[in-house]
């Protein structure tokens, strides 16, 4: 069974740091497009960063790039995102998701990743 699990949220100050983790298992993460979504309160789920598996380029939203740092390690089957200069508007909770199948044009699109971490809370406030 394909399996994402999420970890690392927590309660930070604006302006503070957060390094989330997801741990893979049950697929061949090195050749998955996978990334991080994010939903805020009363809000869709947006997309904040993700890896293409074919070209392993790097796509951001634009909220989030000079702060936020996307990396993964294979030999772990972990993806991870380092989050710095946190805003209040960052306060989110935080998906990893995994696709075998995705074309470039959809990489930001939930609907078109079909599995899903459970999310782990973030928090900014002071």
């Known amino acids: 069974d394909v399996q994402l699990q999420a970890s690392g949220g927590g309660l930070v100050q604006p302006g503070g740091s957060l390094r989330l983790s997801c741990a893979t298992s049950?697929?061949?993460?090195?050749?998955?497009?996978i990334g991080w979504f994010r939903q805020a309160p009363g809000k869709e789920r947006e997309f904040v960063a993700a890896?293409?598996?074919?070209?392993?380029?790097?796509y951001y939203t634009d909220s989030v790039k000079g702060r936020f740092t996307i990396s993964r390690d294979n030999a772990k089957n972990t993806l991870y995102l380092q989050m710095n200069n946190l805003e209040p508007e960052d306060t989110a909770v935080y998906y990893c998701a995994a696709d075998n199948r995705l074309i470039l044009s959809r990489i930001r699109y939930a609907d078109d990743y079909d599995y899903w971490g459970q999310g782990t809370l973030v928090t900014v406030s002071s």
């Open positions: 890896y293409k598996w074919n070209n392993n380029n790097i």
């Open positions: 049950g697929f061949t993460f090195s050749r998955y497009t």
